[in-house]
């Protein structure tokens, strides 16, 4: 494993487990998710033919969960996503591989392996990409299904 890919993925387990720990002081009951199993997962080798197909709110993007715990969820992410907020979900973002823009907040920021994104609940974001760019993405607490805004 490289550097770039070791500091990255330490960064990642650091994300994940600050959201962690948030959520389970801040976050109200939930159904407990089922426990974490042990799991290697080799991001760097998933390709978009391994992640399923977009949803209808993001024809460009393909996701695929890959870590639910109680307070957050990890998934692998992989194309564009439009501009759009999340009311109650704080996000992180770790890119993997590839290159491009995302918007954050009111101002665009380039984006290329190592680059990590905080995105605090309510905060506008989106990208257009390479069709190369992956993108590790925590979010504490878990993202509801009906907590994605789309923003002009």
Same mark, same amino acid.
């Given at each position: 494993?490289? *550097?770039?890919?070791?500091?990255?993925?330490?960064?990642?387990?650091?994300? @994940?487990?600050?959201?962690?720990?948030?959520?389970?002081?801040?976050? &109200? +009951?939930?159904?407990?998710? &089922?426990?974490?199993?042990?799991?290697?997962?080799?991001?760097?080798?998933?390709?978009?033919? #391994?992640?399923?197909? &977009?949803?209808?709110?993001?024809?460009?993007?393909?996701? !695929?969960?890959?870590?639910? +715990? #109680?307070?957050?969820?990890?998934?692998?992410?992989? $194309?564009?996503? &439009? !501009?759009?907020? *999340?009311?109650? +979900?704080?996000?992180?973002?770790?890119?993997?591989?590839?290159?491009?823009?995302?918007?954050?907040?009111?101002?665009?920021?380039?984006? !290329? +392996? $190592?680059?990590?994104?905080?995105?605090?609940?309510?905060?506008?974001?989106? $990208?257009?990409?390479?069709?190369?760019?992956?993108?590790?993405?925590?979010?504490?607490?878990?993202?509801?299904?009906? #907590? @994605?805004?789309?923003?002009?």
């Amino acid at each position: 494993m490289t *550097h770039t890919a070791l500091r990255t993925a330490a960064v990642a387990a650091l994300a @994940f487990g600050a959201g962690l720990a948030v959520s389970h002081l801040a976050a &109200p +009951a939930r159904a407990a998710a &089922p426990p974490l199993q042990a799991t290697v997962i080799d991001v760097s080798a998933i390709t978009p033919a #391994d992640l399923p197909t &977009p949803a209808p709110a993001t024809p460009n993007n393909r996701s !695929k969960l890959v870590a639910l +715990a #109680d307070g957050a969820t990890v998934q692998v992410q992989m $194309g564009t996503v &439009p !501009k759009h907020y *999340h009311a109650d +979900a704080n996000e992180i973002q770790v890119v993997v591989s590839g290159s491009g823009t995302e918007w954050l907040g009111d101002k665009q920021v380039p984006l !290329k +392996a $190592g680059t990590v994104l905080i995105i605090p609940a309510g905060t506008p974001h989106g $990208g257009t990409t390479d069709a190369n760019l992956k993108i590790v993405a925590v979010k504490t607490p878990p993202q509801a299904s009906t #907590d @994605f805004h789309p923003t002009p």
